[in-house]
Each structure stands twice: as structure tokens, then as C-alpha cells.
């Protein structure tokens, strides 16, 4: 059984930086490609950021290009995403999820395994 923890959550001002974190059981974490989705309150789940089992490739969408970034330790298990320049609109719960297959895909239905979330606060 895959099991996926986020942390790193919180209360930021705009304007302000978080790094979230993914820590991923198992021992074919380097196998997956990984990816952040988020949901605001009321809407749907969306695609934010993804990165190749490798971390040679990494994928994000339109809204937050230049402000964020996904990276991998795979000697740690650990998937990063790392947030700067916050808005307001950036205000959601914040999954990690893991795809088997090692390919990136901007559909949630695609991926194997999800965190729990981890919320995410962006104060005007």
C-alpha cells in the first residue's frame, strides 16, 4: 500500500512563499510521476504541477508558470512544491498524488495515489 503525507501548509500573506512537502511510502517512489493538484472551495480539483520519474521533465499549469515549481528527491521520497509569489486565488487544498505508470497526465483520474491534502491560505 502507497501512502502519500503533505505537510508544509498554511497562512501566507500575498505575495508571500510556501514549500510544500510529499513524503511517499514504498520503495518505487523513483517509478512514479508526480504531480500537485488543488481544490478551492466550490470547485473543481485542477491540474497545478507534475515532474517525470526522473524529475527531468516537469509540467505546470498557465497560472502558476513563473511562481511555482515541483522537485523530487528520490533518495527521500519526497516531492516539493515550491510556491512563490502567492495570490489570493491560489487558495485551496493542496493534494499530491503518485501515477504508476511513470507518465505525467493533467487528468486526476489518472493517477494511482493520493494524499490527504494540505490547506493552503492566501490572505489579501
Known amino acids: 500500500q502507497v501512502q502519500l503525507v503533505e505537510s508544509g501548509g498554511g497562512l501566507v500573506q500575498a505575495g508571500g512563499s510556501l514549500r510544500l512537502s510529499c513524503v511517499t511510502s514504498?520503495?518505487?517512489?523513483?517509478?512514479?510521476?508526480m504531480a500537485w493538484f488543488r481544490q478551492a472551495l466550490g470547485k473543481d480539483r485542477e491540474f497545478v504541477v507534475a515532474?517525470?520519474?526522473?524529475?527531468?521533465?516537469?509540467f505546470s499549469t498557465d497560472s502558476v508558470k513563473g511562481r511555482f515549481s515541483i522537485s523530487r528527491d528520490n533518495s527521500k521520497n519526497t516531492v516539493y512544491l515550491q510556491m512563490n509569489s502567492l495570490k489570493p486565488e491560489d487558495t485551496a487544498t493542496y493534494y499530491c498524488?503518485?501515477?504508476?505508470?511513470?507518465?505525467?497526465?493533467?487528468?486526476?483520474?489518472?493517477?494511482?495515489?493520493w494524499g490527504q491534502g494540505t490547506q493552503v491560505t492566501v490572505s489579501s
Open positions: 498524488a503518485a501515477r504508476g505508470d511513470g507518465r505525467v497526465g493533467y487528468e486526476d483520474i489518472g493517477y494511482d495515489y
Open positions: 514504498g520503495r518505487t517512489f523513483s517509478s512514479y510521476a
Open positions: 515532474i517525470t520519474w526522473n524529475g527531468g521533465s516537469t
